[in-house]
């Protein structure tokens, strides 16, 4: 990862307490995705197989309603998670999350929250803090 991302992170309350190797370790095999106005980053209904960190921004979380109608559930801004809740189980997304204006974020595999996030006590009890 660039050392300016690298920074950038280390900024977030997310990943604050955490040494530069352990966020390392966290971000193994992430990915930075710059999206343009009304481009997804993950849609609704796909299997889950990334989640990502906002980096710059922002996201709207939105639910399709059968009638093709969305709702907006969430605004997404620099430092916070984007389906980090559903990396635990395999699943599909429950929400689109959509670029509201040109945004960047880190795709973060989902192997990667499986071998390093869920053995971390402190990373999870940090992101359901930010999450709830």
């Known amino acids: 990862m660039a050392p300016s991302i690298e920074h950038l992170v280390l900024s977030f309350p997310l990943f604050a307490k955490h040494s530069p190797a352990e966020v390392q370790r966290l971000l193994k095999d992430a990915t930075v995705t710059g999206l343009q106005h009304r481009e997804s980053l993950i849609n609704m209904g796909e299997p889950a197989q990334i989640f990502a960190v906002v980096l710059q921004g922002a996201f709207k979380l939105v639910k399709s309603g059968p009638d093709g109608s969305d709702t907006i559930v969430h605004f997404a801004t620099p430092g916070d998670v984007i389906a980090g809740l559903v990396m635990a189980t395999p699943s599909t997304y429950p929400v689109s ?15 990667t929250f499986l071998d390093a996030w869920s053995l971390n006590p402190s990373i999870q009890h940090t992101m359901r803090e930010i999450l709830f």
């Open 97 to 111: 999350a959509v670029a509201m204006g040109p945004s960047v974020a880190l795709r973060i595999p989902r192997q």
